[in-house]
């Protein structure tokens, strides 16, 4: 039980830092390292010295404005956030807005965040902003959406009852794990907009490149034949070595 517990919090982690783009290369992207051991010396240890505590945005880690706020001499005070075991609401999804001047109305969720837990409503709970203003140019007046909080500001929608409603991760007969409404034990289906990637709007039209993908069939293989063997074991059957050593007895007192 505490095996499927800690399966089921991993959920929430499937998009945080990884936004379409493979997780190592955001990493890369934003992180500040002042001073790291070099590598290939067995003698020194892999120690280095980087900053730990980068404030997210709306500005995505890999973009020049995320850099710019979170500048080497920039320290900015700590966010803290209500953890969220199981992730619930996806891009695309119909969801009520439950806060603010929006609050009753119903839209479809065109960004999520989860580094802050903050979902974006299409066209609704949006602000007036000024973009480009100089002591020449009086700036153009655009109309902003601003974040709302998953845990207190917004709900998923029944497609049923077309009501906010509670939801939970539940696995079918199949073994599919799948959102069901709590009001009416409907499944809420997860968008086609939350698998749009860098390459593909679904996973059916990808095409696969042969020159650089590892293909389906290849990566779909079971190469690996499990055995009540260690690693040593293996290599002595592989190269014909045979153990005829008695081990020498030992007491324990």
């Not at 706020?69 to 439950?98: A, C, H, S, Y």
């Not at 903050?118 to 140019?137: P, Y």
């Not at 991760?169 to 289906?189: A, F, H, L, N």
């Amino acid at each position: 039980m505490r095996i499927y517990n800690f399966l089921c919090k991993k959920v929430g982690e499937l998009t945080v830092k990884y936004s379409n783009l493979p997780e190592s290369y955001i990493k890369r992207s934003y992180e500040q390292v002042y001073w790291r051991n070099p590598k290939g010396y067995p003698q020194y240890p892999a120690a280095q010295i980087a900053r730990k505590k980068y404030r997210f945005t709306t500005n995505r880690p890999w973009t020049m404005q995320f850099a710019r706020q979170n500048e080497r001499t920039t320290q900015r005070k700590k966010v803290f956030l209500e953890p969220i075991g199981e992730w619930m609401i996806f891009k695309g999804d119909r969801v009520e807005i439950l806060v603010g001047k929006d609050k009753g109305k119903q839209g479809i969720v065109s960004q999520v965040i989860q580094e802050r837990n903050w979902v974006f409503v299409e066209g609704l709970n949006t602000h007036l902003r000024i973009v480009g203003k100089d002591k020449e140019f009086p700036g153009v007046t655009i109309q902003s959406e601003a974040p709302l909080l998953v845990t207190t500001g917004v709900k998923l929608v029944d497609p049923e009852t077309l009501k906010a409603t509670e939801a939970e991760w539940r696995y079918t007969e199949d073994g599919e794990k799948v959102r069901v409404s709590i009001s009416s034990s409907r499944i809420i289906p997860i968008p086609k907009a939350a698998q749009e990637t860098m390459d593909y709007k679904s996973k059916e039209l990808y095409i696969e490149n042969v020159d650089k993908d590892t293909t389906a069939a290849i990566a779909n293989k079971i190469t690996f034949d499990p055995k009540l063997r260690t690693f040593e074991m293996d290599i002595m059957e592989s190269m014909g070595i045979e153990e005829d050593r008695v081990p020498a007895k030992s007491y324990w007192y």
